[in-house]
Each structure stands twice: as structure tokens, then as C-alpha cells.
């Protein structure tokens, strides 16, 4: 069986980390798998980090029969057509997430179905984070070339039977895995709970709180600031990070950091967090929140506290919940009153924060790698009978 799988591979950023995390995982029950990355993966005008689209901050630890290949350019159709000609797959699973890619991916797995192969689609986002109509018109063409596809969560594969009139019999749910590659990674000088605290001049008392990933509208920043300004108004000592590439101006949220008068109570991290440097805002961290406002997949940054098995209050919004034990800290999206309970709650008693660590780790064993790769594997031999 030859697998080929088309997606971001590092150091491309995308969703790189998944991408490493899952084809390393297959590489152990599948013997012969290619990869199919970026060179170039978006025009700077549409990504908004601009130029800034690898991270070379680390090297990647890829199995021996895994083979990557970094051939396909944004900018270069010939590349798109010579990957999709090129490739002696069995199967072609591509990783699909982000909608400025559906040319590349169009034109790859409609040749790969004129070649009589299979195609399979892991959907990450049946949705886009931002409603557009324009979206599922689009999405609907490419969905048409894929034989069978993956999604994280049952709340997708509803989705996805609903919005694009998929067969159920054609959708398999296999979770989200935990990103751990960031915890194997050897730590920067600098780097470090205690140094990172003490560089950011925050009490070794202070409870800290973690809100991490790209901020968008959608996740709720202004939520856990509102909820920040409650507990801290009650005498709890109190810090909150806020760490991840801003795709929004900051202004709303600045504004309401000095109504609150907390610019000593956030700091910002408004650029992208290398991977070199996840491991020292993670290991900071008494509690990680993602108090979303709405959300119809799975969570790379949840995945990522998972792995470091860390105490997380989120959204009970998309696939969130997932990565929560107690469904007590998965809470209505947007609920300033029900955040800042939860919060206090958790930071006041070391043995909640404890009893809720020992969870998230058990939960990211729940949804271990060769678990997700066994069943992948399983799934492809299914395809080709």
C-alpha cells in the first residue's frame, strides 16, 4: 500500500504540526508514504504575517520512510501538476483547512481521480472560522473528487452530511491527536517557567492563565479580559498571557485593558510564537482558556495543552469539549460571569488544578497518535477492497 499525503509539512507553518505529528504516527503501521509540502505555500497578501510563512526555529525528527518532498509553489502551477502526475499513490489523503489553497487542491485531486486513485479528504474546518457563502460553492467542487473523508468530531460529520450533503457511510471520525512534538523539543537558553516569569516580572505567587494561538475575533480575547478584571476585582493574584500572531487590529482590546486599568494584570505576545519558544508559555501556564465564541472544529491549541497536560476551561463550542473531562469547564461561549467563576474556582484550589491536569494527560492518551494511525491505516484498506 502507497500512501501519499498532501498538506503543510514543516518548516512550513499551516498546519504543520499536525501534519508531522500524524504522518510520523502512520509511518509505523504504513511502509511506503510520501509527503507533499509547500516551497511556497501563500501570496504575502493573503496571509497575515506577510513574508513570514516558515519556521526554521527548530528541525523536526521525520521517520526514515517517510519521505517529504517540498516541491509545490502558491505561484506555480506546473508544480501543482507535476506533484499530482508524479506521485505512484495507492491513496491520496490531503489535509484540507484553508480555503486560499482550493486551486492547488482542486487541480491535484482532480488529476489523482483521473489517474484512478483514491482520494481522501481529513476536513478540518467544514466551516471557515468566518462565515462565507462563497466557501461552500467552492468547497463543494473540490469535496466532489474524494472517496471517503475524516473529520475530528461528530458535531463535523454533522456538518458536513448538512451542509455539503455528504453520505454518512463516506465520513469516519478520528480525532484530533495531541501536538506533543513542541514538548520534545530541546528548550532555548532563555526559556522556562521560572525564567519566563521572572522576565516578565510576574510574582511567583501570581497564578497565570494562558490564552494562546492566533487571535481572531471568534476566540473570545475580550471575554477573558472581562473575566480577568471580575476575579482580580475579588483580591485573586492574577496574570493572564495572551500569546499568538493578532489577525485583528488590536485596538478593541487595548481599550479595554486600560478601562480595567490591567496593564499591569496581560501581557502581550502579539507576534508568532516560535516552536523553539511554545514549550516555556505552556510550562508558565497554571490554567490555558479558550473561551470561544463560536467554533465548528478542533483545536490545535487544546491539543497542544493536552499533550503538556495542562488544566483547560473552554467553550463547550465545535470539538473544545473534546479535550475536557469534566464537562463543568466547558462553559456556555462568551459567558464573562461563567469564565470568571471557572477561573477562580480552578486558580484558588491547587487540588482542582491538580485532579484537572492528571485529566487533560489522560485525555491526550485518550487520543494517541498510534491509536489515530492505526485507524487511519485500517480505513485505507477498507477503501481500496
Known sequence: MKIAILGSYPPIRGISPYCAEFANALSNHIKNIEF????????????????????????????PNLLIKHNLCWYNPFSWIKEAFSNNCDILHAQWWSFALLPIYLIILSITKLRRKAVV??????????ASAIYRICTSLLFKTADHFIVHTEINKVQLVSCFKIAQKSITVIPHGPIGLYGDLEDRPDAGSNNLKKRLNIDDNCRVVLLFGAIREYKGVDTAIKAL???????????????????????????????????KRVTLFTDYIPSDQVKSFFDCADLVVLPYKHFDSQSGVASVAGAFGKPMVVSDTGGLSDWVANK????????????????????????????????????AELHSWDSIARKTSELYEEILK
Not at 36 to 55: E, R
Not at 122 to 127: G, M, S, Y
Not at 243 to 251: D, F, I, M
Open 36 to 63: 507533499i509540502s509547500f516551497k511556497k505555500i501563500y501570496p504575502a497578501f493573503l496571509y497575515p504575517d506577510g513574508d513570514n510563512q516558515t519556521d526554521c526555529s527548530t528541525t523536526v525528527k521525520t521517520a
Open 121 to 130: 479528504i481529513t476536513v478540518h474546518n467544514v466551516l471557515p472560522h468566518e
Open 229 to 263: 478584571e471580575k476575579i482580580c476585582n475579588q483580591g485573586l493574584n492574577c496574570h493572564l498571557i495572551i500569546a499568538g500572531k493578532a489577525w485583528v487590529t488590536w485596538e478593541y482590546y487595548d481599550k479595554l485593558i486600560k478601562q480595567f486599568k490591567l496593564e
Open 328 to 363: 463543568r469547564w466547558a462553559l456556555p461561549p462568551g459567558d464573562v460571569d461563567a469564565l470568571s467563576m471557572a477561573m477562580r474556582e480552578c486558580l484558588e484550589d491547587q487540588k482542582i488544578l491538580d485532579k484537572m491536569a492528571y485529566e487533560s494527560k489522560a485525555m
